[in-house]
Nanobody, 125 residues
Framework: EVQLAESGGGLVQAGGSLRLSCAASEFIFGDYVIGWFRQAPGMGREEVSCIDKRDDSTWYAEHVKGRFTISRDNAKNTVDLQMNSLKPEDTAVYYC??????????????????WGHGTQVTVSA
């Protein structure tokens, strides 16, 4: 089973930027969706953004549209999340996950996906 590892988290001031990277332990064959999710303290895990390998279609949660950009780097075997104009409410542990189905719906990833261990993003006011 492929293993995922997130990197790039850290502490940043509001308005700043971070770039998260999700690296796979091996080349991933077949079709899949890779998603970024986040979990703030005391909250449930929620979708942030996903990219479908089949056609590179992307999906974003409403509250990150226009600020976050998801992309695949085939040469590096990574999926990155560029986060701009960060807000304190973006503070959370960010996870990447892979799912062999369709769509960007957390319950599907939770039940059938493979997950990384997460990276902390903290945005100070």
């Amino acid at each position: 089973e492929v293993q995922l590892a997130e990197s790039g988290g850290g502490l940043v001031q509001a308005g700043g930027s971070l770039r998260l990277s999700c690296a796979a332990s091996e080349f991933i064959f077949g079709d899949y969706v890779i998603g970024w999710f986040r979990q703030a303290p005391g909250m449930g895990r929620e979708e942030v953004s996903c990219i479908d390998k089949r056609d590179d279609s992307t999906w974003y949660a409403e509250h990150v549209k226009g600020r976050f950009t998801i992309s695949r780097d085939n040469a590096k075997n990574t999926v990155d999340l560029q986060m701009n104009s960060l807000k304190p409410e973006d503070t959370a542990v960010y996870y990447c996950a892979i799912y062999r189905g369709y769509g960007c719906y957390y319950p599907n990833f939770a039940d059938n996906g493979s997950w990384g261990h997460g990276t902390q993003v903290t945005v100070s006011a």
